[in-house]
């Protein structure tokens, strides 16, 4: 039975990081496709304004909070979000539990390069994962077809699309049925952290929920989409004052 509670009209799944991951993994054995979204707070606002982003959260088989202002947000609600499950995290947790059963992913988005420096560095911490392919995220609307063409031609059990909010999720939402993959999963720029190419927060600032303040010291450029941040918790608290 599927628990959700909802953030700004988002549904997120209830469910912690192990229970997630089983659930990426039934995911594989149960037939048909099945989409996997990673909203955090950037992404909820967006689908504000964005009818389809929001109609696709609505659609996907299992929602994510990627960010512990939607932890928080959801403390408002009488059933709440007991922990975050990051996307990134969570494709680490889903490749641990793969490796020893040989099932396959395929890496799809970034510069060019990145997804298959990702790919590399996961196949020598994770013995026995298959990754059968990798394609950057760089392509026009002529490449799209061929695209779908090589990913058909390995259907992986898991594809990750890492395009960007929300490119990612209506190309997943659009093309996932056409690729033979099983499940998708939007995992926005996880490959750069995944190659080495970016660095992730230390841990004792993911636990206190300050990973987006590491960000934001590391890149000060983000600062613009870091102020969408306190217009989130502004229209949270408001919301469940209506």
Not at 91 to 117: D, R, S
Not at 148 to 175: A, C, F, M, T
Request: proline share 5%; aromatic share 10%; charged share 25%.
């Amino acid at each position: 039975m599927r628990k959700t509670t909802y953030v700004m009209g988002v549904p997120f799944d209830v469910i912690k990081m192990d229970e997630a991951s089983d659930k990426v993994m039934k995911f594989f054995e149960d037939g048909g496709s099945h989409i996997v979204c990673t909203p955090n707070p950037e992404i909820v606002m967006a689908a504000q304004e964005d009818e389809k982003l929001m109609s696709i959260l609505k659609a996907a088989d299992m929602v994510v909070p990627d960010g512990i202002g939607v932890v928080l947000a959801s403390k408002f609600n009488k059933v709440k979000i007991e922990e975050r499950v990051a996307g990134y995290d969570l494709c680490h947790a889903v490749f641990e539990k793969m490796a020893p059963q040989g099932k396959t992913v395929y890496f799809f988005g970034g510069a060019p390069g990145v997804a298959h420096k990702a790919a590399d560095k996961m196949t020598k911490k994770y013995k026995g994962l298959k990754i059968v392919g990798t394609r950057n995220g760089y392509f026009t609307a002529a490449d799209e077809k061929e695209i779908i063409r090589e990913i058909k031609k390995h259907s992986p059990d898991l594809l990750l699309v890492g395009l960007g909010s929300p490119k990612q999720e209506k190309w997943i939402y659009e093309n996932l049925r056409f690729t033979g993959a099983k499940a998708a999963i939007g995992v926005g720029g996880s490959f750069d952290v995944m190659a080495g190419n970016v660095k992730r927060a230390p841990k004792a600032f993911q636990k206190l929920g300050l990973e987006w303040f590491y960000r934001l010291l590391c890149q000060p450029t983000r600062i613009k989409r870091m102020m969408k941040l306190p217009v989130f918790a502004v229209k949270v608290i408001f919301s469940k004052k209506g």
